[in-house]
């Protein structure tokens, strides 16, 4: 029996448990269009490709299974580069199925061909940014290919895959035995652990250890770990340090949680990576933020502090630091082993009593420090009190995106999270424009949950047709817009080597300028609040949670630097020994 390829690869996205795809059409993806008005699997239609990437994005998260992008030829697959590549670098799993110029017309100059280099191209431009890019040569070799996209995305070390088809193959016949077939291949690879020995090496180190440091970081919660992790905290009293994908692993309110390390740590999270005999490093990259550009003067100091490392990738084990334990092995495979064993050698467990205390009167210090900037009345708000009355308006179980600037930097300084997993960040790109639609994946995921979305001005007007698909579908995501007329963390930096704003900072006749979020957003059907004074943002914000309808909250802030502890070398490039960093620019 023959049927269509997009008919069959309909059945089988139905068949592995897809509930929704993300994306966009064009004339090479309609005859998938056309099935999927068929089934259960339900298309979430966005206005730019780009925005369904970061959705598709911010739905993996949360599922911890492989999104699916259904995108177009040329501009169409081009445009989702940016969104590709935020999750390549955050390790999200993604299957992208592109349509491509007809097999038959291959260099040709077919409309939107990519052939510059060679023919029908356009799957070689994302090469750098998946883990692989496929061209499906022939129609018989599609169900196969499709089947290996998923397992790929899905094992080691996540990432992007990318499927281009030419528009040809999806209308061709193929017998139905080739995707029948698939059904008997395992969905779930058995994942590496860790052997007892090493484990016993392992827990024996840090039980002997004078000043032993557990640093996690976002592996963890992509491999759903975090409650292995707490236990072995718990157990051996060992003080957590995270990075800033790592944050929430542990609670914030946890009396051994130091918190951010790096270029926005705290100055105690900081100490204690250098003081550290030993750190127990776990599903971590050891970026550049999150290590002050590896200067052992700010952050971590290897040697004489000695690394124990734990990842899914071999790649990343002494790629910045020389490691005296490296474990390659899936991430809560080698925790159940670890726990098992620091149980058996350690029944009773272990204390920490000082350094709890020695945590707790740090964090109280830190609350008093900032008390009078998360109390003042004024207006424009301070950013402190804005994140402040955001935590206290939300369940702790709410889910948070951000994009750069305050809303990623003091997020991730001074906004407790208290469930792993819970906050999403563009880590390793960075991505300005990702908070937006990362949050409304969030929400088709966990539709029952709060979701918010904590942004800038300059984040959100990347991608403001965001609005157009929460509003045809009913989103309820609420986005804040921390609005300084500015990109304001770039503004404070040239500012502060340079003595210009120039490029930075959005003006319209001399006078700083924004447009009217809120307008925008009724615009598109959306509830849009404008905040005129800081006693009206959390009554605003309290309403839109209650009720669960897309909105958008846009309150003036004044253009303050997020406080730094750690080093960047930016710093020292710009202005060479001279302790320069970022700077206030009032508007």
């Not at 955050?90 to 349509?99: C, E, H, K, Q, Y």
């Not at 003042?376 to 369940?395: G, N, T």
Request: hydrophobic share 40%; proline share 6%; with cysteine.
């Amino acid at each position: 029996m023959k049927e269509l390829v997009s008919r069959q690869l309909v059945k089988y996205l139905e068949h592995r448990g897809i509930e929704h795809i993300f994306g966009l059409c064009g004339h090479t993806n309609i005859a998938v269009l056309a099935e999927l008005e068929k089934s259960s699997i339900k298309f979430i239609n966005t206005r730019h490709e780009q925005v369904a990437g970061h959705m598709a994005d911010g739905y993996a998260r949360v599922t911890k299974k492989a999104s699916v992008v259904l995108s177009h030829i040329g501009p169409g697959l081009t445009n989702t580069a940016t969104a590709i590549g935020t999750a390549a670098l955050d390790s999200i799993p993604m299957v992208v199925i592109a349509g491509d110029v007809p097999s038959h017309y291959y260099g040709k100059n077919a409309f939107q061909e990519v052939n510059l280099h060679s023919d029908a191209s356009q799957f070689e431009i994302f090469r750098p940014i998946v883990k692989r890019a496929w061209r499906v040569e022939r129609p018989e070799l599609f169900p196969e290919i499709i089947e290996k996209a998923f397992q790929l995305a899905e094992s080691g070390r996540r990432g992007p895959v990318l499927v281009s088809v030419p528009m040809d193959i999806f209308s061709k016949e193929i017998d139905t035995s080739l995707f029948e077939r698939l059904k008997h291949h395992t969905k779930k690879l058995t994942k590496p652990t860790i052997d007892v020995e090493t484990a016993e090496k392992i827990i024996l180190t840090l039980i002997n250890a004078d000043n032993p440091l557990l640093y996690v970081g976002g592996g963890i919660v992509i491999a759903d770990a975090a409650e292995e992790v707490r236990e072995l905290v718990d157990h051996l009293n060992l003080p957590v340090a995270n990075s800033m994908k790592g944050k929430g692993v542990v609670s914030d309110d946890h009396p051994l949680s130091l918190g951010l390390a790096g270029y926005w740590g705290s100055k105690l999270t900081n100490e204690k990576t250098k003081q550290a005999d030993y750190i127990l490093a776990i599903g971590t990259r050891f970026s550049e933020a999150d290590s002050s550009s590896w200067e052992e003067e700010y952050t971590f100091n290897f040697p004489p502090t000695k690394l124990i490392h734990i990842d899914i990738d071999p790649n990343e084990i002494g790629r910045n630091y020389p490691v005296e334990i490296g474990v390659v092995a899936d991430i809560k495979e080698a925790l159940k082993v670890l726990n098992k064993v620091a149980k058996r050698l350690v029944p009773a467990g272990l204390s920490n009593e000082d350094l709890k205390q020695e945590i707790k009167d740090f964090k109280e210090g830190f609350t008093k420090d900032n008390e009078q900037h998360v109390k003042d009345e004024s207006f424009p708000m301070r950013p402190e009190r804005i994140l402040q009355e955001v935590r206290e308006a939300l369940p702790k179980d709410a889910f948070i995106t951000t994009d750069v600037g305050w809303n990623k930097n003091g997020v991730a300084q001074r906004f407790p999270i208290y469930e792993a997993g819970t906050v999403l960040t563009p880590g390793g790109f960075a991505t300005m424009g990702f908070g937006s639609p990362a949050a409304v994946g969030v929400k088709v995921a966990k539709p029952d949950r709060v979701v918010v979305s904590l942004v800038g001005d300059g984040g959100f007007g990347q991608n403001p047709a965001v609005l157009a698909t929460a509003a045809e579908e009913n989103i309820g995501v609420i986005w804040v817009i921390m609005n300084n007329s500015s990109y304001g963390v770039i503004a404070g930096l040239e500012k502060a080597h340079f003595d210009t704003t120039f490029g930075t900072i959005f003006y319209k006749d001399g006078k700083p300028y924004t447009p009217d979020f809120a307008a925008m957003a009724r615009s598109f059907g959306v509830e849009g609040i404008k905040i005129e004074s800081a006693a009206e943002f959390k009554p605003a914000l309290e309403k839109a949670i209650a009720s669960n309808k897309p909105c958008v909250i846009d309150v003036s802030m004044v253009n303050v630097p997020t406080p730094t502890n750690g080093h960047w070398n930016i710093n020292d490039i710009y202005s060479p020994n001279e302790k320069k960093s970022h700077v206030s620019v009032p508007l």
